[in-house]
């Protein structure tokens, strides 16, 4: 019997989405270690050494084992270079529900690359996770992110009062989700 992966490697028109390895932990330290990709992670203090890598590196391997994953989107060509993350954390295998996740570093925000991986980490969690409901969550100051978001068709469900706490105080975020009777919707209509 073949067993299909939950969490295979992804190919889009300009990157490669392959699971966090130990070759990326100069890029996980550099990418998590800017206050400006880290503006609005109120879940996560910002790195201060590689180890932090390292130890998030570790946590995110063997991902068909523990059920979530984070894909290091690279951009195809010579150079190969790491460009951000994405991935899937708290699935609830019951219920086919997951959150998915997603940073980007700040020198390729506005050219497509985060809507192009998504689409495919979409693709990916409704196909191989067989999910039903993917939840994102999101700050009320995100502007950007809340576009994508909407872009992909997921809908804002309303406010997650209180959702982190971080450095002392409470951060609320939007609370978005996407069927897959949505997401099929969303697909047929971006091809008509």
Not at 6 to 29: A, G, S
Not at 36 to 41: A, E, G, T
Not at 51 to 72: L, S, T
Not at 107 to 125: C, R
């Amino acid at each position: 019997m073949v067993k299909y992966k939950k969490f295979p490697n992804l190919e889009t028109d300009r990157l490669i989405l392959r699971n966090v390895n130990n070759e990326d932990i100069d890029f996980i330290y550099r990418l998590f270690n800017d206050e400006r990709v880290c503006k609005f992670l109120y879940d996560e203090e910002l790195f201060i050494s590689r180890n932090d890598a390292i130890e998030f590196i570790e946590w995110n391997k063997n991902p068909e084992e523990k059920g979530y994953n984070r894909w290091v989107l690279v951009k195809k060509g010579a150079m190969s270079e790491q460009i951000g993350t994405c991935g899937y954390d708290n699935w609830d295998r019951m219920n086919n529900i997951a959150e998915i996740g997603y940073d980007l570093w700040h020198e390729y925000w506005g050219q497509g690359y985060m809507k192009e991986a998504l689409i495919s980490a979409i693709e990916s969690g409704f196909n191989h996770m067989k999910l039903n409901r993917i939840n994102a969550y999101v700050a009320l100051d995100n502007v950007n992110s809340i576009k994508l978001l909407e872009k992909l068709g997921f809908v804002n469900e309303g406010v997650y009062r209180d959702k982190h706490l971080f450095k002392g105080e409470y951060y609320d975020h939007y609370s978005f989700s996407l069927l897959k009777r949505d997401w099929n919707q969303f697909k047929k209509g971006t091809n008509e």
